[in-house]
């Protein structure tokens, strides 16, 4: 059974930082993270693949948000860095289905399809 536990959301002012963590059940090829606003539809913020470091990320967070994993932990991080108001959302953690791993595909955001619960990131003066 797939398990994603995320942690670390909460409240933070335009400028700040904030770190998410998610612990992880098994074994993925491909981690990351969604958000989603209310009233907007869900978006890709970053994905790792596990075996290389490779790492994908939305346009809207290239150079503010960093992506990485602990393999001793089987744990994904999330590192974002001067947050803005439209960072607000839920922040879900995501993996890939693993029988279904394609080696050597580009990474996508369609792979990622099983997600854990969310945790609440608000960035609000």
């Known amino acids: 059974q797939v398990q994603l536990v995320e942690s670390g959301g909460g409240s933070v002012q335009p400028g700040g930082s904030l770190t998410l963590s998610c612990v992880v059940s098994?074994?993925?090829?491909?981690l990351g993270w969604f958000r989603q606003a209310p009233g907007s539809e869900r978006e890709g913020v970053a994905a790792?693949?596990?075996?290389?470091?490779?790492?994908l990320y939305a346009d809207s967070v290239k150079g503010r948000f960093t992506i990485s994993q602990d393999n001793a932990k089987n744990s994904v991080t999330l590192q974002m860095n001067s947050l803005k108001p439209g960072d607000t959302g839920m922040y879900c953690c995501?993996?890939?289905?693993?029988?279904?791993?394609?080696?050597?595909?580009?990474?996508?955001?369609?792979?990622?399809?099983?997600w854990g619960r969310g945790t609440q990131v608000t960035v609000s003066s």
């Open positions: 995501a993996e890939d289905y693993v029988p279904g791993f394609v080696p050597g595909a580009p990474m996508g955001w369609a792979d990622l399809v099983f």
């Open positions: 098994g074994y993925a090829y491909t």
């Open positions: 790792i693949r596990t075996g290389t470091g490779s790492t």
